[in-house]
């Protein structure tokens, strides 16, 4: 083979590939545009994946940073009640829904007055890293007299006063007697009603002017309200304390 026949078959092999490659053309790119369309088809796959599993964990990325937010705004409407007043209701009775702040047993009431003064308590015990639990505010009469009933039967001396289970409040006769027993033993109850000619110490709580609070240290509790009563967190609430009582069981204000 020599040159000239050689260059003629290297021109003829190029012309070849070259009808080749205009013949492939076509060919090269559809191939090319189901590239194109492959690369674009994960994206909507992920995209499509992600759509469906929302409720795990799929979302990492922007969702990530709200959804926190998200999930503490529907506990705080689902699983945190609150009274009228803003104070967070406990969902387990005398136990704080949240390591700091006020919180109030469900079936407390207070006056507008006494839950202005929890508040402000609730804001010192934020301040200082602290919980309490408000456990009674205004009582009724009768929620006075069933206590006086609860004391005598945790003692189990129901058949020393037989007219107490039917006693009214009115009729001081049904629980006098009751009661008197119960302070002899210096069992922390108030009378439901004042008592013409006996000495009968009413509860402020009748009046709406104290409150009962626990903590999980009840002497620093006591030292607590105490010291949040000379500080600036007390200063614009309603009413104000004019006595700390440590109770067995828990802290008891009066209010004036
Ligand atoms: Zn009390």
Redesign the pocket.
């Known amino acids: 083979m020599d040159t000239t026949q050689h260059k003629k078959t290297f021109y003829q092999n190029l012309f070849l590939k070259k009808r080749f490659f205009f013949a492939a053309l076509p060919i090269l790119i559809v191939t090319a545009t189901l590239a194109l369309e492959i690369n674009s088809t994960p994206e909507v796959l992920n995209t499509s994946l992600i759509n469906n599993s929302t409720a795990g964990d799929a979302e990492r990325t922007a969702p990530e940073t709200y959804a926190p937010f998200v999930a503490s705004a529907v506990s705080m409407a689902d699983s945190v009640p609150q009274t009228k007043d803003g104070i967070a209701i406990t969902t387990r009775r005398d136990a704080p829904n949240q390591e700091i702040g006020i919180s109030v047993n469900s079936e407390v009431t207070l006056t507008d007055q006494l839950a202005a003064v929890g508040k402000a308590f609730g804001k010192y015990l934020e301040a200082h890293d602290a919980w309490a639990v408000i456990t009674?505010g205004k009582r009724t009469s009768e929620g006075q007299l069933d206590i006086i009933k609860e004391r005598i039967v945790e003692r189990g001396a129901e058949a020393k006063f037989p007219n107490l289970e039917d006693a009214s409040v009115a009729d001081w006769k049904t629980w006098l007697k009751a009661w008197q027993w119960l302070r002899r033993r210096h069992v922390p109850v108030n009378a439901p009603a004042a008592v013409p000619g006996a000495d009968v110490r009413t509860s402020m709580?009748l009046e709406g002017r104290?409150m009962?609070l626990i903590s999980d240290n009840l002497d620093h509790l006591r030292g607590m309200l105490a010291d949040f009563s000379r500080s600036k967190f007390a200063r614009n609430a309603p009413l104000h304390i004019t006595a700390i009582v440590r109770?067995p069981g828990?802290v008891?204000i009066n209010l004036a």
Do not use: G, L, T, W
């Open positions: 009674s709580h104290a009962d109770e828990c008891h």
